[in-house]
């Protein structure tokens, strides 16, 4: 697939890029997708989650009443669940949610979510720019001449540049990450990829390891 390359103006510079069918052009792979977004979202989740059961409940140990002649069932502690502040059954607790994929088939996503992006036109190739100083103000000029400000969009970049970065951190529905650095989640979350000219060799260095 040939794309013509845009500058910041968002105007055709008159150079085409030729996307590596290997990395957007493959045969997609849902499973692999759904296996690696899974894992990033576990990833994510802090799994300090507790509540208290029964034996981790402070109350008095005396017993509440008679054991027979009530006409209801017994009960022996305040701290039993089915009483109001007693222990929780079965309750939550803290626990690492990480599991273990493959590199091959996490490669093998990332490549089929650019895939889809591919074909869906959801791929533009930016020529490289740098900005002299953080500002949003010209970060959000640059979105609206790519006609993307409306939309999620995801920035890649060859490697950190700091201006860019915080330019765009204040910005809701965009981030900027490294070329090493792109995750199935991100391709596929955002509606826009939008590519640094420069970003190309590194994303094929990454993704050909």
């Known amino acids: ?87 929780r059954v079965f309750g939550p607790r803290p626990r690492n949610y990480e599991f273990k994929l493959n590199k091959k088939v996490k490669l093998l996503a990332r490549k089929s979510a650019l895939t889809y992006k591919a074909k869906d036109n959801g791929i533009i190739i930016l020529e490289d720019f740098n900005l002299e100083a953080p500002k949003t103000k010209e ?31 204040n910005l809701q529905g965009v981030k900027v990450v490294n070329a090493s650095d792109l995750t199935t989640y991100d391709i596929l979350n955002a509606s826009s990829v939008v590519i640094l000219e420069s970003s190309l060799d590194k994303i094929e260095g990454v993704f050909n390891n």
């Open 1 to 87: 697939m040939e794309l013509n390359v845009l500058n910041i103006q968002g105007k055709e510079t008159g150079k085409k890029v030729e996307l590596n069918s290997l990395i957007y052009g493959i045969e997609p792979n849902d499973h692999a997708i759904y296996l690696d977004v899974k894992q990033y979202l576990a990833n994510q989740r802090q799994g300090t989650h507790k509540s208290k059961e029964r034996a981790e409940i402070s109350k008095s140990t005396r017993k509440i009443k008679r054991q027979k002649g009530t006409g209801g069932a017994r009960a022996g502690s305040l701290k039993s669940p089915v009483f109001i502040g007693g222990g």
């Open 139 to 169: 970060f959000i000029t640059i979105q609206k001449n790519l006609k993307i400000n409306d939309k999620k969009s995801l920035f890649v970049i060859a490697e950190g540049n700091k201006n860019i970065y915080l330019s765009s951190r």
